[in-house]
């Protein structure tokens, strides 16, 4: 019995594997776009409840702006969704998109992002999130360690295997650094580039990535080593996008030269 639900349960992720990130990566995707819109508007709903929201006119128009016009050239279906953007009053230097049209961008942010170019690397990278699925398969791979984990118990229950707690406490931290950690790496090298698209094709100066993270590299990780991290190391992800600025570039420079630069101004 044990190996038919081991055997049902890979054959079904295998099956889900089948989805293909915008870079060709594959993933498993588990959960369907209707119940991620729910949670992601839930969140929103709650931080919004919790955290105070900017009223001040020009830093949201500023803000919209910015996100507008990376939003106006995602795909379809992204672009489709009826984006809610909200600036919040904190001292956080972020920024992050939900799956069911939800971005938010913190005050503490501006103070980093140093013009509307860095500020579109920012909310360029999150949409890329959300154009990748990476919250589904962030869900769905925990969803498949879970029931891995789960019927590796039952089996050494099963079979009576000596240190069960113990081997199933190596199970768990070998699963957060060889498969967990190197994937939430993945999705953000992933919504690095993916971002660094939507800004060239939106008319955002690409070049301002590499300074925007150099910026944010000078705010301090805390020295994190790269492999227990769930981001790259800043070296890392700025040699990344160095990698891919000749092609980005070149987007940009078209849109230039057709005199379609956005217009944000704080």
Same mark, same amino acid.
């Given at each position: &019995?044990?190996?038919?639900? #081991?055997?049902?349960? @890979? ?12 870079? !060709? ?33 020009? @830093?949201? +128009?500023? =803000? ?8 106006? =050239?995602?795909? /379809? +279906? ?5 984006? /809610?953007?909200? =600036? ?7 920024? #992050? ?10 005050? !503490?942010?501006?103070? =980093?992002?140093? +013009? ?15 154009? *990748? ?10 969803? *498949? ?22 081997? &199933? ?33 939106? !008319? ?6 590499? +300074? ?34 000749? /092609?980005? &570039?070149? @987007? #940009? ?14």
């Amino acid at each position: &019995m044990l190996k038919k639900l #081991f055997i049902t349960a @890979t054959c079904a992720l295998v099956i889900a594997a089948c989805a293909q990130s915008p870079t !060709g990566r594959r993933q498993i995707m588990l959960f369907n776009d209707a119940d991620l819109s729910k949670m992601g508007a839930q969140t929103f709903d709650s931080m919004k409840a919790e955290v105070p929201i900017s009223k001040d006119a020009k @830093t949201n +128009n500023y =803000v919209q702006c910015v996100a507008n016009s990376l939003l106006a =050239v995602t795909p /379809e +279906n992204v672009r489709a969704q009826s984006w /809610e953007i909200v =600036v919040f009053e904190s001292d956080q230097v972020n920024a #992050f998109a939900l799956p069911g049209g939800k971005i938010g961008v913190y005050t !503490g942010l501006l103070k =980093v992002a140093e +013009n509307k170019d860095q500020l579109a690397a920012v909310v360029g990278h999150e949409i890329g999130h959300v154009i *990748a699925g990476h919250s589904n398969e962030r869900l769905s791979t925990n969803q *498949a360690i879970q029931t891995a984990m789960s019927l590796g118990d039952a089996g050494m229950k099963a079979y009576g295997v000596k240190y069960q707690q113990e081997i &199933m406490a190596l199970i768990g931290t070998g699963s957060q650094f060889g498969i967990v950690l190197p994937f939430s790496r993945a999705h953000e090298s992933e919504s690095d580039i993916i971002g660094l698209d939507l800004m060239a094709r939106a !008319g955002f100066e690409p070049r301002q990535a590499v +300074n925007l993270w150099q910026n944010m590299a000078a705010q301090g990780s805390g020295g994190t080593p790269e492999f227990m991290s769930t981001h790259p190391a800043p070296d890392t992800r700025i040699r990344e996008l160095r990698e891919k600025l000749p /092609e980005a &570039m070149k @987007t #940009f420079n078209e849109r230039k030269a057709a005199s379609a630069l956005p217009k944000c101004r704080l």
